[in-house]
């Protein structure tokens, strides 16, 4: 293999987890690859020369974006630049659709091999992309298992690489050992907190997860709340509660029960078979604008997958202290919390898949 260069963007905290684990695979067929872009910590841990951190980039919301257009616009023509004077050999987009569609549309005639990695969920709305996905791209991938019959059914071919998240449910830990590292009684049921991974989000859930924590500890005693803490975002918090910042996955498995605010923090909770509610919430605008352009009723990708409702969805106005708490306490219940993970068990197997999919992926885009 040759020393090219390969340019990648992920915009987001879950970009930059896959995006880690693909150039990893990716160095594993040519370990003389360069790798430059827009990432976050684990990438440039994996030899990512970083031109933007995505801390600069990780909003949600149609009219928060807009509020920080200027910012992001210039990071957007700052990026294209810097695409052109590396003049890559690959460019790989990850998620992110608003921002690297645009990308893929503005590189269109400068023969660039680009590859989209895990697609824009047109399904759920949007579906117009799928116009800007075969004009622009070179070859599509998926992580979801319907997308690709989905895409098929419209004319479009797509890889099925499997969902990096399946390896989760393989993986071993152990709860006990994990509360001895961190002195909880072996008495007390444990609750992770997943506010979110964008600063905005956690500016809004915060506050709410707060309230929900006082009503939890005022009926049920023998309680102790794990935060789990995303890679480029930090929270300040109360002392009782413990931070956790790295060994995030064996925290999840540990716990009784989980808070978790929509996004893939959903599917790796379902993957370590910890129940949860997942709760949602954005401004009032982005949310009228959701409900207006969304096709599909969940919000979750767990009750996505299973096309039924697993897991509650305190959504919007209904992300409360009080209906998350309530829902906290029911699945404290042991005849619910395996009825939750029994339904889990149905994702995984249909998830499940005998290759690695980072693996499968960078096959794909040296196919």
């Not at 990438?43 to 949600?60: A, F, R, S, Y």
């Not at 449910?169 to 964008?198: C, T």
């Not at 949860?276 to 969304?294: E, F, N, P």
């Not at 996505?304 to 306490?329: G, H, P, R, T, Y």
């Amino acid at each position: 293999m040759n020393k090219e260069k390969i340019f990648i963007i992920a915009g987001e905290d879950s970009g930059d987890l896959h995006g880690a684990s693909l150039i990893s695979e990716i160095k594993k067929i040519n370990p003389k690859a360069q790798f430059f872009g827009v990432g976050g910590n684990r990438m440039q841990k994996e030899g990512l020369v970083l031109t933007q951190h995505i801390k600069k980039l990780n909003i949600i919301g149609f009219f928060e974006v807009l509020k920080h257009y200027t910012r992001i616009k210039k990071i957007f023509n700052e990026t294209l630049l810097e695409i052109k004077k590396i003049n890559p050999n690959k460019i790989i987009l990850i998620d992110y659709p608003g921002f690297n569609l645009r990308m893929a549309k503005k590189l269109h005639g400068l023969n660039f091999d680009i590859t989209y990695f895990i697609l824009p969920q047109v399904w759920a709305w949007k579906e117009s992309r799928i116009k800007t996905l075969t004009r622009y791209c070179t070859r599509l991938i998926s992580i979801i298992p319907f997308e690709k019959k989905w895409f098929k059914k419209r004319g479009v071919k797509v890889h099925y690489a499997g969902h990096p998240l399946s390896i989760l449910s393989k993986k071993k830990y152990n709860p006990e050992h994990f509360r001895l590292s961190y002195n909880i009684p072996k008495k007390n049921k444990i609750i992770a907190l997943l506010p979110g991974s964008r600063k905005s989000e956690v500016e809004k859930n915060w506050k709410i997860f707060s309230e929900t924590i006082k009503i939890l500890k005022s009926k049920t005693k023998n309680l102790t709340f794990l935060l789990i803490e995303g890679q480029n975002v930090s929270i300040h918090c109360e002392s009782n509660i413990i931070k956790i910042k790295n060994n995030q996955y064996e925290a999840i498995k540990s716990s009784n029960a989980a808070i978790v605010c929509s996004g893939t923090a959903t599917l790796e909770t379902a993957m370590l078979k910890c129940p949860m509610v997942v709760c949602y919430k954005t401004s009032y605008a982005s949310w009228v604008l959701v409900k207006i352009l969304s096709r599909v009723k969940f919000i979750s990708l767990v009750n996505l997958i299973a096309e039924e409702k697993v897991v509650a969805e305190c959504v919007q106005k209904n992300m409360n202290a009080k209906n998350l708490s309530n829902e906290i306490i029911s699945l404290l219940d042991t005849k619910k919390s395996e009825a939750v993970k029994e339904k889990y068990e149905q994702i995984i197997k249909t998830l499940k898949t005998k290759h690695n999919p980072y693996k499968e992926a960078a096959k794909n885009i040296y196919a």
